[in-house]
């Protein structure tokens, strides 16, 4: 039970990154990242990168249904966030095992880092 828990969550996780692994969804991350915890409109996403409107929804959609990001209305305009807590998620997978062998760093110590830079 604990594997196929194990496998699931690994697969999400998976998704994440996937969702990411194209170039105008990574800007968009880190526009989202820059302005969290705020967010930003559709319209100042779409104006700071360029995307044509279909384009950019497409890739919203597709960073959400990740849950990378989240949404919400405001009046006519969509609002979008980064959900940092599921960039933590990956990261800490990623370094979960990070130098185990060399004892060079630990995971949460990179985690630890990350967090208190996310908040300066």
Known sequence: MKLKRQRKSVAHLADMISAMGNEQ???IMRLLLASHPDG???GDIQSELGIPGSTLSHHL???KIAGLVS???????LRYRAEAHAL????AFLFSECCTRS???EAESF??????????
């Open 103 to 105: 004892k060079l760093i």
């Open 111 to 120: 985690i630890s880092f990350c967090r208190k830079e996310s908040k300066t």
């Open 88 to 91: 933590e998620e990956v990261l």
């Open 40 to 42: 930003m409109v559709v």
């Open 61 to 63: 959609e597709k960073l």
């Open 71 to 77: 949404v919400s209305r405001e009046s006519q305009f």
């Open 25 to 27: 969804r990574l800007m």
